[in-house]
């Protein structure tokens, strides 16, 4: 059973940056691709990210030009570095581990808040 856990949310003014970590335990990680999804409230969580584990990437349009998704399995860890945040990336930002190979489960993890606010 994979376990992820989030860290790096917190506030930031417009324009800042942070840089998101999911680290996995209880699997291998290297087995999967991580993606990242946001949540707003009210609302069901969109795709922002993902990264396979040959490293080929994928983004939501809006971010793509803002964040980098990337992963180091040597740490297994990813990660998702968000810079020129605006208003609206404010969200639950949540990371998702899901096997390239066969019908095995996905896990995510818990959740990490971003707000951006002045």
């Known amino acids: 059973q994979v376990q992820l856990v989030e860290s790096g949310g917190g506030l930031v003014q417009p324009g800042g940056s942070l840089r998101l970590s999911c680290t996995a335990t209880?699997?291998?990680?290297?087995?999967?691709?991580v993606g990242w999804y946001r949540q707003y409230p009210g609302k069901q969580r969109e795709f922002v990210a993902s990264?396979?584990?040959?490293?080929?990437?994928d983004y939501l349009d809006s971010v793509k030009d803002r964040f980098t998704v990337s992963r180091d399995n040597d740490k297994n860890t990813g990660y998702l570095h968000m810079t020129s945040l605006k208003f609206e990336d404010t969200a639950v930002y949540y990371c998702?581990?899901?096997?390239?190979?066969?019908?095995?489960?996905?896990?995510w993890g818990q959740g990490t808040q971003v707000t951006v606010s002045s």
């Open positions: 998702r581990a899901v096997p390239e190979v066969g019908l095995g489960a996905d896990y």
């Open positions: 209880g699997g291998l990680f290297s087995l999967y691709a």
């Open positions: 990264v396979t584990n040959s490293g080929n990437t």
